[in-house]
């Protein structure tokens, strides 16, 4: 240590000069020491000798010469005995070795080691077996969509015009379809038929409707009549009157029923009260043939043969001289398909007809068509899926097919095809696995379209029978 020492100090003179010896200082000392000027040196002779070697400082790193002498001079560390006996038993404690030098945490063992005798330990699930895990399936990535229905009944006398609306499916699982003059109920728990009503001049029956209870069921007529009915009773309850031509199209929004007909005029009727007309939309200039509610009930979608869609608000069910909030004209024929987005309550789906073939997606607080998509085909009816981000369309010729739509990409998922005959109307059950079609071929066809529902162990007495069970021996709604 001595010799690494003196290798690290600089030569001084002292200030005696008599004593003709050299002090040396430690470089702890001179922390900052003064830098010598250099001189310029002399030329030098040929074959003469220097008289001494002087050393260059600035090649010298002082900050490491210090914390080497630092570390030659400091002494070992003490260890505590109480720290090392606190060492110790935390070793034991955390690894379990009771000393052993080799133990591991995790050892490759076919159960984990029991816990010592007398301990109480509430999380129990650190000496148990995941038992549950094979009752949760993982999520399917894909789901197989049956190209064939499940069933297909007869539907003679299907009015085949396409700015009608004959079929609903309603709340309590009853299925309502007018053919010709006549309106059946197909109860889809029990597969009973029920004819409610037949109509002589007043018809055809030219739109049906269901109220959200599930048990009154609204049915506009050719002679510019609305007939409220109730389906359990098989009873009429009452006549609505206002319109001067053919009703095609009903809305519900609570007790509140939106009309339209071929007089261009929607009607609000309140059917608790006797004068029943609470307001009066005048905006299309051609027979309205389309209209619905949104979910929340805020606001109202109505098409036309004018090739218009109008956004009403909700305050203007009640006025006599309302303005919609929006007017699209961007199709280019008549909008009947109308279909509010279960998941954002501001997106609207409309389609068009023969010449404009387009499903066009509109945000309805802003009035801006956010997607439009060419189906090539007249689009006839639309109907969100409750479970996935999908959509599912009908057309008209060529094809007569179903279309599902993945959105908002709106990649073709599949096309289902049968019918011999534009597919005119739409309905979805109330579990929203099952759509039924019906179309101009005299055909009624139910797919499950938007997957199957998980079978899960419940009371019986408690248990709610789905539609594709009860779709049994039926082959004729009449």
């Given at each position: 240590?001595?010799?690494?020492?003196?290798?690290?100090?600089?030569?001084?003179?002292?200030?005696?000069?008599?004593?003709g010896?050299?002090d040396?200082?430690?470089?702890r000392?001179?922390?900052?020491?003064?830098?010598?000027?250099?001189?310029?040196?002399?030329?030098?002779?040929p074959?003469?000798?220097?008289?001494?070697?002087?050393?260059?400082?600035?090649?010298?790193?002082?900050?490491?010469?210090?914390?080497?002498?630092?570390?030659e001079?400091?002494?070992?560390?003490?260890?505590?005995?109480?720290?090392?006996?606190?060492k110790?038993?935390?070793?034991?404690s955390l690894?379990?070795?009771?000393?052993?030098?080799?133990?591991?945490?995790?050892a490759?063992?076919?159960?984990?080691?029991?816990?010592p005798e007398?301990l109480?330990n509430?999380?129990?699930?650190?000496?148990?077996?995941?038992?549950?895990?094979?009752?949760?399936?993982?999520?399917?990535?894909?789901?197989?969509?049956?190209?064939?229905p499940?069933?297909?009944l007869?539907?003679?006398?299907?009015?085949?015009?396409?700015?009608?609306?004959?079929?609903?499916?309603?709340?309590?699982?009853?299925?309502?379809?007018?053919?010709?003059?006549?309106v059946?109920?197909?109860?889809?728990?029990?597969?009973?038929?029920?004819?409610l009503?037949?109509?002589?001049?007043?018809?055809?029956?030219?739109?049906?409707?269901?109220?959200?209870?599930?048990?009154?069921?609204?049915?506009?007529?050719?002679?510019?009549?609305?007939?409220?009915?109730?389906?359990?009773?098989?009873?009429?309850?009452r006549?609505?009157?206002?319109?001067?031509?053919?009703?095609?199209?009903?809305a519900?929004?609570?007790?509140?029923?939106?009309?339209?007909?071929?007089?261009?005029?929607?009607?609000?009727?309140?059917?608790?009260?006797?004068?029943?007309?609470?307001?009066?939309?005048?905006?299309?200039?051609?027979?309205?043939?389309?209209?619905k509610?949104?979910?929340?009930?805020?606001?109202?979608?109505?098409?036309?043969n004018d090739n218009?869609?109008?956004?009403?608000?909700?305050?203007?069910?009640?006025?006599?001289?309302?303005?919609p909030?929006?007017?699209?004209?961007?199709?280019?024929?008549?909008?009947?398909?109308?279909?509010w987005?279960?998941?954002?309550?501001?997106?609207?789906?409309?389609?068009?007809?023969?010449?404009?073939?387009c499903?066009k997606?509109?945000?309805?607080?802003?009035?801006?068509?956010?997607?439009?998509?060419?189906?090539h085909?007249?689009?006839?009816a639309?109907?969100?899926?409750?479970?996935?981000?999908?959509?599912?369309?009908?057309?008209?010729?060529?094809?007569?097919?179903?279309?599902?739509?993945?959105?908002?990409?709106?990649?073709?998922?599949?096309?289902?095809?049968?019918?011999?005959?534009?597919?005119?109307?739409?309905?979805?059950s109330?579990?929203?696995?099952?759509?039924?079609?019906?179309a101009?071929?005299?055909?009624?066809?139910?797919?499950?379209v938007?997957g199957?529902?998980?079978?899960?162990?419940?009371?019986?007495?408690?248990?709610?029978?789905?539609?594709?069970?009860a779709?049994?021996?039926?082959?004729?709604?009449?």
């Open positions: 240590m001595q010799s690494m020492a003196k290798s690290f100090q600089t030569p001084t003179k002292t200030n005696s000069v008599s004593c010896k050299w040396s200082v430690s470089l000392e001179n922390v900052s020491p003064v830098q010598l000027k250099k001189k310029t040196p002399k030329a030098k002779t074959g003469r000798a220097t008289d001494r070697f002087i050393t260059d400082r600035s090649a010298m790193d002082f900050n490491v010469a210090n914390l080497m002498l630092t570390k001079n400091s002494s070992m560390d003490v260890i505590s005995p109480s720290r090392d006996e606190y110790k038993q935390l070793a034991e690894l379990n070795n009771n000393g052993q030098k080799q133990s591991r945490i995790l490759f063992k076919s159960k984990p080691p029991p816990p007398g109480l509430n999380n129990r699930t650190l000496y148990s077996q995941n038992v549950g895990a094979a009752q949760f399936k993982p999520k399917k990535m894909f789901r197989h969509i049956p190209q064939a499940e069933r297909t007869d539907a003679p006398d299907m009015v085949d015009d396409y700015y009608l609306n004959l079929m609903d499916w309603s709340s309590s699982n009853v299925l309502a379809i007018a053919l010709g003059m006549t059946y109920l197909w109860d889809a728990t029990t597969s009973s038929i029920e004819e009503v037949t109509v002589d001049e007043e018809g055809p029956i030219t739109s049906v409707s269901w109220a959200p209870d599930g048990q009154y069921l609204a049915v506009g007529l050719n002679n510019s009549t609305v007939q409220l009915w109730d389906s359990t009773s098989l009873r009429q309850l006549t609505l009157r206002g319109h001067s031509a053919r009703v095609g199209a009903l519900w929004n609570g007790p509140t029923l939106a009309t339209g007909g071929r007089d261009n005029a929607i009607l609000n009727h309140d059917v608790r009260i006797r004068d029943h007309v609470i307001g009066s939309m005048e905006a299309h200039e051609q027979e309205v043939c389309g209209l509610w949104s979910p929340s009930g805020q606001q109202l979608a109505s098409g036309g218009i869609l109008h956004i009403w608000d909700a305050s203007a069910a009640s006025s006599a001289s309302a303005s909030l929006h007017s699209l004209d961007e199709h280019q024929a008549a909008v009947k398909a109308l279909a987005c279960p998941f954002q309550s501001n997106l609207l789906a409309s389609g068009g007809g023969t010449a404009d073939r499903i997606f509109w945000n309805t607080h802003t009035g801006a068509c956010v997607n439009s998509i060419d189906t085909s007249q689009v006839c639309l109907q969100w899926s409750k479970h996935e981000k999908e959509i599912l369309s009908s057309h008209g010729f060529s094809q007569n097919q179903l279309c599902l739509w993945k959105y908002p990409s709106m990649v073709k998922m599949t096309e289902l095809s049968g019918h011999t005959s534009r597919v005119l109307h739409l309905a979805q109330p579990d929203g696995y099952t759509v039924a079609s019906a101009g071929d005299e055909t009624l066809r139910f797919w499950n938007f199957t529902p998980e079978t899960k162990e419940v009371n019986i007495s408690h248990r709610t029978k789905k539609v594709g069970s779709l049994t021996s039926l082959t004729r709604i009449r």
